[in-house]
């Protein structure tokens, strides 16, 4: 097994209700927080304060991944993921049939990172190595409550070792 390590940057994702915020943003309104990523850059921020009503928000990444040549996979990401309550879910999910279905890999329940400490997620892709379509979103549910920040998206992995047919 090859241990070199590919990395794979999110890629212009599409983001119904989310917006790129600079570093030290202040999400005003009643939340009112000044966010802080980090490494200090812009990162995506959705906001149901904001908007004072329900909210429901996708962060899609524009590029598939190809796992087809991995041995092991993981996603990772930085985050700040203010709950309140019953009320609003965070997601992370995967899609192999171009967003036809989802799958969970990661709900969200409870506050996880600080306004000026986002916390870091590591989540296995395993279940998914041998796929060449794999489809990333964080999808945010919520009534009018708080809001999540994500910043430095990265799928890594092992591949495995290109194998020649007649060379041993």
Same mark, same amino acid.
């Given at each position: =097994? @090859? &241990?070199? &390590? ?13 917006? #790129? ?8 309104? +009643? ?6 990523? $980090? ?7 959705? $906001?149901? =304060? /904001? ?8 962060? /899609? !990444?524009?590029?598939?991944?190809? /796992?087809?040549?991995? %041995? @092991? ?10 709950? #309140? !309550? +019953?009320?609003?879910?965070?997601? *992370?999910? *995967? %899609?192999? $049939?171009? !967003?036809?279905?989802? +799958?969970? *890999? ?7 990172? /600080?306004?000026?400490?986002?916390? $870091?997620?590591?989540?296995? #892709? ?16 919520? !009534?009018? @409550? ?6 430095? *998206? ?15």
């Amino acid at each position: =097994m @090859d &241990e070199h &390590e590919q990395q794979h940057r999110w890629n212009q994702p599409s983001a119904s209700g989310w917006t #790129l915020r600079p570093n030290n943003y202040n999400t005003g309104g +009643t939340w009112s927080v000044a966010l802080s990523s $980090n490494d200090a850059s812009q990162f995506y921020l959705t $906001n149901s =304060m /904001l908007r004072k009503r329900g909210l429901r928000s996708d962060l /899609l !990444g524009q590029s598939f991944q190809d /796992l087809t040549s991995y %041995s @092991d996979a993981s996603l990772s990401f930085w985050h700040y993921y203010r709950d #309140l !309550g +019953t009320t609003d879910t965070a997601r *992370v999910q *995967v %899609s192999t $049939n171009g !967003g036809a279905s989802w +799958t969970d *890999v990661q709900v969200y329940s409870a506050t996880a990172g /600080l306004p000026t400490t986002f916390t $870091n997620a590591n989540i296995s #892709l395993n279940s998914f190595i041998g796929q060449a379509n794999v489809q990333l979103r964080y999808r945010y549910r919520s !009534g009018w @409550d708080y809001g999540w920040a994500i910043d430095n *998206v990265s799928v890594t992995g092992t591949t495995d070792p290109i194998r020649i047919a007649g060379v041993p």
